[in-house]
């Protein structure tokens, strides 16, 4: 009796350890943005014959600007600026894009299983995130997929490869989150989006008051850095 109650102590001890290893995360919990939160990813594309390759990459960088929930509370609505910035090896030219959008993330008490739950390390501050992968084959195909999501930052890392022995070709992708700033919180390197090369003339800009004294005022309906250079009546840069 004295073995049986030793051998059943261990396995629910056992069983303890696992269920607290993996305690999942909510979709809620994972998907919780803030005002003023910016995330930035990063999107590699490769595709084509392995002597003929081919990709392409898309830069974009995410403001949340507004937040709400439903009188229910299972769904949230936000509010972003999304600038965007494409190219690929086809295209000369980078192909820049910035809106506004509405999206929302629902069944916000829903579990995010997976793998593993992983917390600690450097990877997004050891926030604690949800780790899957699996893969199959289908004939001479090959196929795997790898996701992980993170608490606050939503999917983070979103990758798949497929490659096939009788075409002898290979499709795969990487989506990741590589940079975030939430309130002082900040992890990754900021991407910076170059090249590009957008008509912008004088009707883009509203300068305020005319003449000006004291203060001037310079609005433009680009959410972007300027450098502005002044000058006065006889051409000096003041």
């Not at 600007?65 to 980078?94: A, P, R, W």
């Amino acid at each position: 009796m004295k073995i049986i109650t030793i051998i059943l102590s261990i396995i629910l001890l056992i069983i303890s350890n696992i269920v607290v290893a993996q305690d999942f995360p909510t979709r809620g919990e994972v998907f919780d943005y803030d005002v003023g939160d910016v995330f930035h990813i990063q999107h590699d594309v490769f595709f084509g014959h392995v002597n003929d390759p081919g990709g392409s990459t898309e830069l974009k960088i995410t403001e949340i600007l507004d937040k709400n929930f439903s009188e229910n509370l299972d769904t949230i609505f936000y509010i972003s600026f999304v600038q965007k910035i494409s190219y690929s090896e086809y295209e000369s030219e980078h192909v820049y894009t910035e809106d506004t959008i509405n999206s929302f993330i629902t069944n916000l008490n829903d579990i995010i299983e997976g793998d593993e739950v992983v917390e600690g390390g450097e990877a997004f501050n050891g926030r604690k995130s949800v780790k899957t992968s699996y893969s199959w084959e289908n004939g001479a195909d090959e196929h795997s997929r790898s996701h992980r999501w993170t608490l606050g930052c939503g999917k983070t890392i979103t990758y798949h490869r497929n490659w096939s022995w009788n075409t002898m070709l290979l499709d795969k992708s990487r989506k990741a989150l590589v940079y975030y700033k939430k309130e002082d919180e900040e992890w990754g390197e900021e991407l910076v989006l170059v090249g590009l090369e957008e008509e912008i003339d004088e009707s883009s800009f509203e300068v305020f008051p005319n003449p000006v004294q004291n203060q001037l005022n310079i609005k433009t309906q680009f959410n972007r850095d300027y450098e502005v250079q002044i000058f006065n009546s006889i051409g000096q840069l003041i």
